[in-house]
């Protein structure tokens, strides 16, 4: 059974603070790594997306890639208000013939900032 | 250009009925496919559709089946419906299946389905 892991928080951090989400996967053979954020009563919405080890930056957000550790974060660096949401990991499913076509996700992280 | 669409936005449904739910994807796109997001289990995979065809499927009951038409417009269709199948249904359309977890999914609204 592959698997994507996270704390469920709620992760409550203060205005302007750096939020620091957390994620893990079972599936050594993932190669491309998603966060979306979710607010309450509304879609999913893709905010990173990640292939490679290391980081990537876009604006405020910055998602880091640990494939050796099967590790995957998102840092929200001078949070607000509005970042207030729940957060989803989804790692792709890859099977024997290559990518399967859809992507397993965490049951997310919520996240509260405080004003 | 117009997001995904689903319809209908919310339903309310007895047990033992059947729900047909109807996703329209951006223009273009060619892969459509579907997750339940419950409080308890998260987003789960049903299925996914590619040119028509059924790609790929979840671990779900028989009773959850779906289609995709020509235009690429998808629907699902639940029978038998139990108390348990009240989730709310998510539509996620891409560009083509080679793809689909390079660029990430584009969600719908979703559809609400209560199970009375």
């Known amino acids: 059974q592959k698997e994507v892991e996270q704390n469920s928080g709620p992760l409550s951090v203060p205005e302007g603070a750096i939020a620091s989400l957390n994620c893990t996967y079972s599936?050594?053979?993932?190669?491309?790594f998603f966060w979306y954020r979710q607010y309450s009563g509304k879609s999913p919405e893709l905010i990173m997306s990640i292939y490679s080890n290391g980081d990537k930056e876009d604006g405020r957000f910055t998602a880091q890639l640990n494939k050796a550790s099967q590790y995957v974060s998102l840092l929200i660096r001078d949070s607000q208000p509005s970042d207030s949401a729940t957060y989803l990991c989804a790692v792709e499913n890859v099977g024997y013939g290559g990518s399967q076509g859809n992507l397993i996700f965490g049951k997310g992280t919520k996240l509260s900032v405080k004003p | 250009k117009a997001g995904v669409t689903q319809t209908p936005r919310y339903l309310i449904k007895t047990r033992g009925q059947q729900v047909t739910l109807s996703c329209s994807p951006i223009s273009g796109h060619r892969s459509v496919s579907w997750y339940q997001q419950t409080p308890g289990q998260g987003l789960q995979f049903l299925f996914e559709y590619f040119s028509e065809t059924q790609r790929n499927k979840g671990n779900f009951p028989g009773r959850f089946s779906g289609r995709q038409f020509s235009n690429s417009r998808s629907e699902m269709n639940v029978s038998t419906l139990e108390l348990g199948d009240s989730a709310l249904y998510l539509c996620?359309?891409?560009?083509?299946?080679?793809?689909?977890?390079?660029?990430?999914?584009?969600f719908g609204s979703g559809t609400r389905l209560t199970v009375v």
């Open positions: 996620a359309s891409s560009l083509h299946r080679d793809r689909a977890t390079i660029s990430g999914y584009t």
């Open positions: 599936d050594r053979g993932s190669q491309s």
